[in-house]
């Protein structure tokens, strides 16, 4: 037993988070999806919608730490308008709720007076495409009758790649990535998110999607390259911003940003490789 405390102990030190609660949230969170996506799919929709506005005020709260003020309570708001409007209407129905959703948050910034607008403004519209708007290609993904397949793909996909670079950076991890944003991410966990994405993908594609495999395993690619630019670009705010994690909400994980970073880029990119593989086949 104190073997194995000492190996896990080893691991959380080298890989910079605790591995067992890691796991466990991460279970936990992959139990949530499956039961609202095989039960009643519109509460996957509201799940989405929790987690972004619990980004929400995660990335408010490290703004204002900067000296930012963006309204926590504006963008929760049009997060409920996109969600609902992705679900009634689909892509159409995400982009005119967008649409509408920027000028309305800029008008109200305009109550504020012009001191620090353009920040703030800025800050705003980061936080409403980068949160509400990508999340809405998640419920996208879930719309259809086979949502749950496509979701559960999703999952597999971006599951391997997170798992997968984890693991065999730790195990062999030696050259750094990209040291001045992620010290922790290495070549060597690259290499292996590359390889067992393109398994998970291969696999799920076949045996969940019922299509080609090789679709899956060049799809899979194109998730590597998302997730882990995805994690990279929530490290570099970070980083601008002076803290460790967004929030400590997840234990193992962090916040729900440090959960979801992966995820915003990576739902847009498999949305677009199904549409195409619909429009095509």
């Known amino acids: 037993m104190s ?33 609202t996506l095989a039960y009643a799919r519109v509460l996957f929709a509201l799940l989405v919608a929790i987690a972004v506005a619990l980004g929400i005020r995660e990335i408010a709260r490290a703004f204002a730490a900067a000296g930012t003020h963006i309204s926590t309570r504006t ?6 308008g996109l969600t609902y409007a992705v679900w009634s209407a689909g892509v159409e ?11 309305v948050l800029l008008i ?25 708007f990508l999340a809405g290609f998640l419920i996208l993904l879930a719309r259809p009758d086979d949502g749950l397949a496509r979701v559960m793909t999703f999952v597999v996909l971006v599951g391997c790649n997170d798992t997968f670079g984890y693991l065999v950076g730790v195990i062999f991890g030696k050259h750094p990535l ?59 705010m970070k980083r601008d911003l002076s803290l460790k994690d967004m929030g400590s909400l997840l234990p193992g994980h962090g916040g729900m940003l440090d959960r ?22």
Request: hydrophobic share 55%.
């Open 3 to 35: 073997d194995l405390h000492s190996i896990n102990e080893a691991i959380n030190a080298k890989a910079g988070r605790k591995l067992l609660p890691s796991i466990l949230v991460s279970l936990t969170l992959i139990a949530l999806v499956w039961l």
């Open 75 to 80: 963008l929760i708001v049009a997060t409920g």
């Open 93 to 103: 129905g995400l982009a005119i709720a967008t649409a509408i959703a920027l000028p």
């Open 108 to 132: 109200s910034r305009l109550r504020k007076g012009p001191q620090d607008f353009v920040k703030s403004a800025t800050a705003t519209t980061l936080a409403l495409i980068y949160l509400p």
């Open 178 to 236: 990209v040291p001045k944003i992620s010290p922790k991410k290495s070549w060597e966990g690259l290499v292996g998110s590359i390889i067992f994405t393109s398994i998970g993908g291969a696999l799920s594609f076949y045996y969940i999607l019922d299509l080609q495999w090789w679709i899956g395993a060049l799809v899979a690619l194109m998730i590597v390259f998302t997730a882990t630019s995805g994690d990279l670009i929530e490290s570099a």
């Open 260 to 281: 979801l970073d992966s995820v915003l880029l990576s739902a847009p990119a498999l949305y677009f490789a199904l549409e195409l593989v619909k429009r095509f086949s």
